[in-house]
């Protein structure tokens, strides 16, 4: 490992360095490639969706609306939604990590469909241009649950162009679930049985399946508005004969599962971190991969838990405030897993492992208002409040966004072939930790205190909740804002990565960093459980370790 | 209800601080008792079934606990006493309209005695709309086409606000008012000013107007069912099916008349959609359960005068 930081750089070829030019990236079907087009895109649109967070903040900093006019923070909280939900959000882990690693983590040469992944790729950018000249052109107001009969009948901005790409992207979000399943069950190297996986591929196999099944529900839908507010159908609107709560059912159909197209990654994430640097595996190893797949199948099952007071059925609640309680269960069973494999182990404070701290903590919250939010009598009082808004955001950001930095953080160095300044790092992680309690925290009083959502200006008692919210969100900005920046220097000045730098588990760190193109010189052949720590840490083993690249 | 909601509220703040304290605490002391030292390895444990099925099983009963009390409120909350005072409530883009059954009509503003139970009948003329109540710990949409109905029981004479709740458009937030709780004293000065009528009164006359008592006429020779004695009570319908007559039906019943037609009768009622007002309709399903209140007339005075007891909650 020496040799390589002290030794002019002489590069190995490797999947960055084969092919040079534009059209090498945009022709590319190799799948690390596609990864970090996708790694581009997305944190452009993360940059844009904050933007929006930003000016909603400094917008309710006073009680007047006086920032902007009502229908431009219409326009922020909607877009905000829409672009880190369709945007952001469903594709960060799996299309940038997953692209990246899954191949690389079950020994294969790339996805079952190389130029089906570019292909997705290319629909998400479409429906990202289609997005950005919609914002740029008007924009659209509905909120991103375009809730009817508002968005088919009464509101006059872009919604059909919003929804239109949101409906693209969402072929995008199909394709990559489709190759990661077909990847997954062809593709694994001989000796990868289904109980060797990491818990990273389990947790992508089971967010494919939601992919593959809600997505077209909602495209359904998209397509199902269009058409009322263009040729006035009666499929919604009541006083064309059409039922609204028929597309509150149609739309959280998809949009509830798709919270768990956002956190299983990030779940399957932390598994990998925790493992690393606890030097252990997993506890309890089965369940935790079962509770992912039980999660995409109850997670089907929940969707009117948003719709408690909005005119269904005292029994129909009934059965979907218990089945919401069921979908908890196998969340809480991976907080304890997670939580029991730092028992004993021999545990390293990396940033990677700060993150999964954090998310470990954060998620514990997310997840128990997530039981105040079920509970039917309590969900009455607080649901289309703050207390939503911060629930979900502990969730969605709490979870997946530090999940996603975490991996970001672990996998760099096989991703750039660089290190990433650790010191910085470590301190970015405190940062967004402390900035996203700072923000999200006070939105739970601010929420049972009785401030609805989606409010432009608001009685003067909420203030001071108001002021705390945006400080934090100004300190989680800085957060965020830390990693870009070291991760660009370290592209340039970082020092080079040899290609374990955690001596971690996982057939991915056997490959250099960067990989070649191929991944595999030859093909691998396993014949060790997952996350066998014992015997990379056992003492003759660690001798051989650096020689083997 | 505030009380019901907030006592829940707080068992899961404490059971979520405890939860949470848990996961805290040993994270935080495995973390630093099990910190990498040099030449101490990992103890590679692989899990065990007992712990695994005793942290599935106690967390799926506390959740039922959860859920079983959540759901007991969500009843009371659903289960509006039966000699409330009615309101009805119209909502439009973007405020709220409210009209007693008294007739007193107000915008944004709801004057309520205290201790007096209030149920509120409930549509819209455009979009979904959402009466929030905090300081009741009550919400319900409000839809366009339906009425979907609420009640509270004030306790505390006071000023309290009314959101909307569900995003409607540029003036969401503008779309807010008041909850005036009075003292009964107060309340009847208030009320004896500026009434056109009971509402059931005016339904009465848009009845006439309507033309509607040329065929539902207050006995068995009309082309229209007798509507009196009706509201309440179960209607065998021409397909076979039997519904309760209850404010949805018989607003349906106006607004798409062939739709659940009553047995025995010919598909001859025009529809009214279009025709009347929302104001108009709310007036006519008074009127119509005026008439079945005729045997008991003294029910809606009765409940206006002395403070209502929780006991008839259990009815129906």
């Not at chain 1, 997530?370 to 409040?385: E, K, R, Y």
């Not at chain 2, 006429?217 to 009570?233: A, E, I, W, Y």
Request: net charge neutral; aromatic share 14%.
């Amino acid at each position: 490992m020496a040799t390589a930081a002290v030794a002019p750089p002489v590069e190995r070829e490797n999947y960055l360095n084969k092919h040079y030019g534009v059209w090498s990236w945009l022709l590319t079907t190799d799948h690390k490639r596609i990864s970090l087009l996708y790694l581009v895109s997305i944190t452009f649109f993360f940059f844009i969706g904050g933007l929006f967070a930003l000016l909603i903040r400094l917008e309710l900093l006073t009680p007047a609306g006086d920032l902007v006019q009502a229908d431009t923070y219409n326009k922020l909280f909607t877009q905000h939604g829409m672009v880190m939900v369709f945007f952001f959000l469903i594709p960060s882990i799996p299309a940038v990590l997953g692209n990246f690693l899954v191949p690389l983590m079950i020994g294969a040469k790339d996805l079952a469909f190389p130029r089906i992944n570019l292909l997705s790729w290319y629909l998400y950018i479409i429906g990202g241009a289609m997005m950005l000249h919609c914002m740029l052109t008007g924009g659209v107001d509905t909120g991103w649950t375009f809730y009817v009969p508002f968005s088919t009948a009464f509101t006059n901005t872009k919604i059909v162009e919003a929804g239109l790409a949101i409906f693209v992207a969402g072929f995008s979000s199909i394709l990559t679930g489709l190759n990661f399943i077909v990847t997954i069950h062809r593709m694994r190297a001989p000796g990868m049985t289904w109980s060797r996986l990491p818990l990273f591929i389990w947790a992508h196999y089971a967010t494919s399946i939601i992919q593959i099944l809600g997505t077209p529900v909602i495209a359904i839908t998209i397509v199902l508005v269009a058409a009322e507010r263009a040729l006035h159908l009666g499929i919604f609107d009541p006083k064309l004969g059409g039922d609204p709560l028929l597309f509150q059912h149609l739309f959280w159909f998809y949009s509830h599962p798709a919270v768990y197209i956002m956190i299983l990654p990030s779940m399957g994430i932390i598994s990998e971190i925790i493992a690393c640097f606890s030097r252990k595996r997993i506890f309890g190893y089965s369940f935790v991969a079962l509770s992912s797949i039980s999660i995409a199948v109850f997670g089907f099952l929940v969707w009117a838990h948003h719709m408690f007071v909005a005119g269904i059925s005292v029994y129909a609640a009934l059965i979907f405030s218990i089945l919401s309680y069921a979908v908890a269960v196998p969340s809480a069973v991976k907080v304890f897993n997670w939580t029991a494999t730092l028992y004993k182990g021999s545990i390293r404070y990396d940033a990677p492992m700060l993150y999964a701290f954090g998310f470990l903590g954060l998620f514990t919250v997310g997840g128990l208002t997530g039981l105040f939010l079920a509970a039917l009598g309590l969900n009455v009082h607080v649901t289309d409040t703050y207390f939503v808004i911060a629930h979900f955001h502990y969730i969605m950001v709490g979870g997946a966004v530090m999940g996603y930095l975490g991996g970001m953080h672990f996998w760099w160095p096989k991703i750039s072939g660089r290190m990433y300044p650790e010191s910085w790092a470590r301190l970015a992680a405190l940062i967004v930790f402390i900035g996203f309690n700072l923000t999200f925290f006070p939105q739970f009083i601010l929420g049972y205190v009785g401030m609805p959502r989606r409010y432009y200006q608001y009685p003067p008692e909420f203030q001071v909740l108001n002021v705390l919210s945006t400080a934090g969100a100004t300190v989680l900005g800085v957060g965020y804002l830390l990693p870009m920046i070291y991760f660009l220097w370290s592209m340039r000045y970082g020092k080079p990565a040899p290609d374990n730098p955690w001596n971690a588990a996982g057939l991915e760190w056997k490959t250099p960093s960067p990989p070649t193109t191929f991944n595999f010189e030859q093909e691998p052949v396993v014949t060790w459980e997952a996350y066998n720590y014992e015997e990379l840490d056992a003492p003759q083993h660690r001798q051989e370790a650096p020689v083997a690249r | 209800m505030a009380g019901n909601v907030d006592a829940l509220y707080i068992f899961l703040v404490i059971l979520s601080t405890l939860m949470t304290g848990l996961i805290f605490v040993a994270i935080v002391y495995f973390a630093a008792r099990y910190r990498k030292q040099e030449g101490v390895q990992a103890e590679q444990i692989d899990g065990s079934t007992p712990l695994e099925l005793t942290w599935t099983i106690i967390p799926f009963f506390v959740f039922m606990v959860i859920f079983l009390w959540g759901a007991v409120v969500y009843f009371k909350e659903h289960t509006p006493p039966r000699d409330a005072t009615e309101v009805y409530v119209v909502a439009k883009q973007w405020m709220w309209k409210l009209e007693h059954s008294e007739g007193q009509r107000e915008i944004n503003e709801l004057h309520v005695p205290v201790g007096r139970d209030v149920k509120l009948i409930m549509t819209s003329q455009d979009v979904i709309h959402s009466f929030f109540v905090p300081a009741f710990r009550m919400k319900q949409d409000v839809l366009p086409g339906r009425y979907t109905m609420a009640w509270f029981r004030a306790t505390k004479p006071g000023t309290y606000h009314l959101f909307c709740a569900e995003y409607c458009g540029t003036q969401h937030s503008g779309m807010i008012g008041d909850i005036v709780v009075m003292e009964p004293a107060q309340y009847e000065a208030w009320t004896s000013g500026g009434s056109t009528g009971p509402l059931s009164a005016t339904g009465e006359k848009v009845f006439g107007e309507l033309g509607c008592s040329t065929c539902h006429r207050p006995d068995s020779q009309g082309r229209g069912p007798n509507l009196q004695g009706v509201f309440g009570k179960p209607v065998e319908l021409a397909d076979g099916r039997t519904v309760t007559a209850d404010e949805n039906y018989v607003r349906e019943c106006i607004l798409d008349p062939g739709s659940r037609r009553v047995k025995g009768f010919q598909p001859i009622m025009p529809t009214f959609q279009g025709l009347v007002s929302e104001e108009q309709v709310n007036a006519l399903v008074a009127y119509v359960k005026s008439l079945s209140k005729a045997a008991a007339p003294a029910t809606n005075t009765a409940a206006a005068a002395s403070p209502s007891n929780a006991a008839s909650g259990k009815a129906r």
